[in-house]
């Protein structure tokens, strides 16, 4: 197949939600990408975050092999060797205390957001939902992760949008500007990275994570862009000197293969209760005794 039958093909039956360069890709080995016509890239992109081991990585090739032979799905119904060792690696590296696995991005925050919720639900009641985000921060592409997005450039279209949250500029006066008694969290992007690198002044964050303390607010760090391992650290927060309530991730977890979820600390880790939340989670495919090696400096 040439590029321009591909492209052609493309063009007929593909929803253009993204707008393409002028490249085809075929295949790829580490951080090189080869087009139909053997032309070579540097994928500096890393597929937008997830190939945190690059193309082709053998130690990735052979984790998948050997677990597809022995299960490629099963339910949640049933307890598994490979989420149950992942969870455990998880949590003693970032010292939190459970974890929710789910298929992505943006339902690793719609579950945060969720377990906010349900945490001032279940001690204070009714009233007390809001969630504030900053300006400039990007979250995800489903109606409440978009909701929480704060840009309203991405706030178009798709009326009518979900209430319960509230946008502040990244600086602790700003949020407090944005608090009353409704507020049940504060959701941050440690390092926002919609059109740029935004990090947060560290000092701000952890005046942030005492006022949360101290107004019984959870702090929630989406770490989607951020963890495992892309700023030095396995997650963002570990350089701040915090300890988030919960803290979502996917993007690199799994290498390019759909993972996500979230890292709850002691006080969180029972909210979720079931039937109160789930996911079609294909767990059994990353047994950590092979993946994690790979990613250990």
Not at 171 to 176: D, F, G, P, R, V
Not at 256 to 283: A, F, R
């Amino acid at each position: 197949m040439t590029f321009e039958e591909l492209k052609a093909i493309d063009e007929t039956y593909v929803m253009h939600t993204y707008g393409r360069f002028p490249v085809d890709i075929d295949h790829g080995n580490g951080a090189t990408l080869y087009s139909l016509s053997g032309r070579k890239y540097i994928d500096f992109t890393s597929g937008i975050g997830v190939n945190s081991l690059g193309y082709g990585n053998p130690k990735w090739i052979s984790a998948i092999t050997a677990q597809i032979e022995k299960l490629g799905h099963i339910s949640n119904l049933f307890y598994t060797q490979p989420g149950a060792l992942l969870a455990k690696e998880l949590c003693s590296r970032s010292g939190m205390s459970k974890v929710f696995f789910g298929n992505s991005g943006a339902e690793s925050n719609e579950a945060m957001i969720k377990v906010a919720r349900k945490y001032s639900f279940d001690k204070y009641g009714q009233g007390r939902s809001t969630i504030l985000t900053l300006n400039r921060s990007f979250h995800g592409r489903t109606i409440t992760t978009l909701t929480a997005t704060g840009q309203e450039s991405y706030h178009n279209y798709f009326f009518p949008f979900n209430d319960g949250f509230r946008y502040a500029d990244p600086t602790l006066e700003s949020i407090q500007s944005q608090a009353s008694d409704d507020v049940c969290a504060v959701m941050v992007e440690l390092i926002q990275g919609e059109g740029g690198l935004r990090p947060l002044d560290q000092t701000m964050v952890q005046h942030l994570a005492a006022l949360c303390q101290e107004k019984d607010w959870l702090l929630l760090v989406d770490e989607v862009q951020t963890g495992i391992g892309r700023t030095g650290s396995l997650f963002a927060f570990q350089q701040f000197g915090i300890q988030p309530d919960v803290v979502s991730f996917a993007k690199g977890i799994a290498g390019g293969l759909p993972l996500g979820g979230i890292l709850t600390n002691e006080t969180c880790s029972s909210v979720l209760t079931p039937g109160t939340h789930g996911s079609t989670l294909v767990q059994t495919l990353f047994p950590p005794q092979r993946l994690w090696p790979c990613w250990k400096p």
